[in-house]
């Protein structure tokens, strides 16, 4: 009687050992399909309104890049003596898609252009005129004409800037 009394009131324990770990690889698909859902590509719709002049560089003709590189510093100084860049655009840029409209190239969003032109567009100084910067393409000469950053990214470079003071 008392051996089997006690063995009829004590529950057996389930083992749950088993539904956790059907549960891991489940919830692994879950968080991996959340972050490929929500770590779309940023977009800002900042903008910038930009002219150049191009001089091209022809692949592997190191006396070509040299004569265009001096070529452009000559533009460059013309500019920086007050010369207009429009006009400099007209009679000196190799771009012919825009050279006829004083190489502007009208608005860009992040990312839209060769990494070292899109890097000057957002960093470079409004109204000046950019040193030399060389691409794939050639060397150019940048100057934005407007940049209209939008509320997010404003929001996104305080946050950053708080949070590198913070970090200091």
Do not use: C
């Amino acid at each position: 009687m008392g051996w089997e009394s006690d063995q009829e009131e004590v529950k057996e324990e389930r083992d749950r050992s088993k539904w956790i770990l059907l549960g891991i690889p489940g919830l692994v698909v879950v968080m991996i399909a959340s972050l490929l859902l929500t770590n779309e590509r940023k977009q800002y719709n900042s903008v910038a309104h930009v002219q150049h002049i191009l001089k091209l560089v022809p692949e592997g003709d190191a006396a070509a890049r040299e004569a265009a590189f001096e070529e452009i510093l000559e533009i460059k100084r013309q500019l920086d003596a007050g010369a207009d860049f429009g006009d400099l655009a007209r009679e000196h840029s190799d771009d012919v898609s825009n050279r006829d409209n004083g190489g502007d190239l009208g608005w860009y969003e992040h990312e839209e252009t060769v990494p070292a032109f899109d890097s000057y567009i957002w960093i470079g100084e409004v109204g000046v005129v950019s040193e030399p910067i060389e691409t794939a393409f050639g060397f150019h000469l940048i100057k934005i004409i407007e940049r209209n950053i939008s509320d997010a990214e404003l929001y996104e470079i305080n946050l950053n800037n708080r949070l590198n003071e913070i970090n200091k």
